[in-house]
């Protein structure tokens, strides 16, 4: 089993930056690949960002590529989602999956993620 804890959220203003981390614990052997999805209010769901755990480029939705960047420090079983240039429409509840996806594309997963955090509160004002 694996537990994941997101942290890092907050309200900011737009072109402002956040930090997110996800920290995983139990049996981190049980996956190869950790993400970010978000949903916002009244939205599906969707990918962010994610990262194969024996390395790789990270794989970006195309509506953060360029703005967001996905980093994992495997020495702390750590994932991280810097956002630079904030914008409205980033406003979401943030979650942290792990899991062993066949393949990633545009920041999501098939098959889908198995372990999910709890999600950690990203609101940006204009």
């Known amino acids: 089993q694996v537990q994941l804890v997101e942290s890092g959220g907050g309200s900011v203003q737009a072109g402002g930056s956040l930090r997110l981390s996800c920290t995983a614990s139990?049996?981190?052997?049980?996956?190869?690949?950790m993400g970010w999805f978000r949903q916002a209010v009244g939205k599906e769901r969707e990918g962010v960002g994610s990262?194969?755990?024996?390395?790789?480029?990270?794989n970006y939705a195309p509506a953060v590529k360029g703005r967001f960047t996905v980093s994992l420090d495997k020495a702390k079983n750590t994932l991280h989602l810097q956002m630079n240039r904030l914008k409205p429409e980033d406003s979401a509840m943030y979650y942290c999956?792990?899991?062993?996806?066949?393949?990633?594309?545009?920041?999501?997963?098939?098959?889908?993620?198995?372990?999910w955090g709890k999600g950690t509160q990203v609101t940006v004002s204009s």
């Open positions: 139990g049996y981190t052997e049980s996956y190869d690949a």
């Open positions: 990262v194969w755990t024996d390395g790789g480029i990270p």
């Open positions: 999956a792990t899991g062993r996806p066949s393949s990633i594309s545009g920041g999501n997963w098939d098959p889908a993620a198995d372990h």
